[in-house]
């Protein structure tokens, strides 16, 4: 009897090793097989959740005027060895593979960026702000000219919501909207943001400015690209940003596999070659 009850449980011993085996091994090649395009699975998205939490914290930790500017390295010497794996592997892709069609622009950072103050707006009774935003010198004084002739015409402008983003803060973007807003779909984020590198906003000379209006307007979630679309201040801009060397970059049903984004407008020196993607 006793014989028994100890080859039971040496037979129990051994099936319980036996699938925390089997469960560590599916688990291992969740976390390192390569990322699928439509949908991270589950140890992926559990470990990508993971880096955003931490990202944001470290994020959130910097001087306000720093956040914007935050340093890649930075974000990755937070994390371990499987998280850093993930997050270089998901980096390491090329966007093409994910539908999207746009040209490589740069890691640098631009000499001499301007520093634009934040600027606050009350929406849905709260009141909000883009936090410090930066712009390459020629960008903005063309911004600001923009913007004279904008409130002589309309009596209305428009603040700059997003200018240049360092590769750090382009990454944390793509994670944060993988997470929150495209349910871990790697095509659906690179969608609406750039991989780092990839980003109009990261483009030293020619950089590109995301629009809010004064009511708090710029068609993001849960507004839409209908709602800045409807805007007067968009009207005037089809009209008149070409003038102030402003394009826009991503109309309705673009080839560059990027959604309509009337709000983002790249700024272009003028004689810069064929960088326009606008048919206006
Ligand atoms: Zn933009």
């Not at 009850?5 to 090793?17: F, P």
């Not at 850093?84 to 950072?109: D, M, R, T, W, Y």
């Not at 010198?137 to 002589?152: E, F, G, P, S, V």
Request: net charge positive; aromatic share 12%.
């Amino acid at each position: 009897m006793l014989a028994f009850i100890r080859t039971k449980g040496r037979y129990t011993i051994l099936a319980i090793l036996g699938l925390v085996l089997a469960v560590l091994i599916v688990s291992g090649y969740a976390l390192f097989a390569s990322p699928n395009y439509s949908r991270l699975n589950f140890m992926q998205r559990f470990v990508v959740r993971e880096v955003m939490g931490k990202w944001a914290k470290q994020v959130q930790a910097l001087p306000e005027e720093k956040r914007v500017l935050v340093d890649y390295d930075h974000l990755l010497a937070g994390l371990n060895f499987i998280e850093k794996n993930l997050v270089q592997q998901i980096l390491a892709i090329n966007p093409k593979e994910l539908g999207f069609q746009g040209p490589f622009h740069s890691l640098e950072k631009p000499v001499n960026l301007v520093k634009i103050a934040p600027w606050t707006y009350k929406r849905d009774g709260q009141q909000k702000s883009t936090g410090s935003q930066y712009c390459p010198a020629a960008a903005y004084n063309d911004y600001l000219k923009m913007m004279a002739q904008m409130r002589r015409d309309l009596g209305r402008e428009l603040c700059i919501e997003s200018g240049y983003r360092s590769p750090g803060f382009q990454a944390f973007n793509f994670l944060r909207y993988l997470v929150m807003n495209h349910d871990f779909s790697l095509m659906r984020a690179a969608r609406l943001n750039a991989l780092p590198g990839y980003s109009e906003h990261q483009d030293p000379v020619n950089n590109a400015l995301d629009f809010i209006n004064a009511e708090g307007i710029n068609g993001d979630c849960p507004q839409t690209p209908e709602d800045f679309e409807r805007l007067p201040e968009y009207q005037w801009l089809l009209k008149h940003a070409h003038k102030f060397n402003f394009h826009l970059s991503y109309p309705r049903d673009n080839q560059l596999g990027i959604s309509f984004e009337p709000w983002h407008w790249h700024w272009q020196q003028p004689g810069s070659g064929n960088l326009a993607t606008d048919t206006k």
